[in-house]
């Protein structure tokens, strides 16, 4: 039963993650502001930088199968993101 609700849970987010960014940057845009992300490639995978008051707060990036999405990491350690901050 377990592996039915984790297997619901990853189409929803399969679906509902890309949609959520894209809403982001449409409301965004109808407010003239720049959207609070940019797309990124982190350690191979898809991902984004996640700022907060202009400032790099977080990391996302998203492993899939081709189909679903298997895996979301999230790094905040700000040590971490100093050097992806700089190179950004």
């Not at 202009?54 to 298997?70: F, M």
């Not at 990491?73 to 993101?81: A, D, G, H, I, S």
């Amino acid at each position: 039963m377990t592996q039915g609700i984790f297997a619901r849970c990853r189409r929803l987010a399969s679906r509902n993650l890309p949609r959520f960014f894209i809403r982001l940057t449409k409301k965004s845009a109808r407010q003239g502001a720049t959207p609070p992300f940019k797309l990124a490639t982190l350690n191979g995978a898809p991902g984004f930088l996640l700022y907060l008051d202009g400032a790099l707060d977080q990391t996302l990036s998203i492993e899939t199968d081709g189909e679903e999405i298997s895996a979301v990491y999230l790094v905040r350690n700000p040590e971490k993101l100093k050097s992806i901050a700089e190179c950004c």
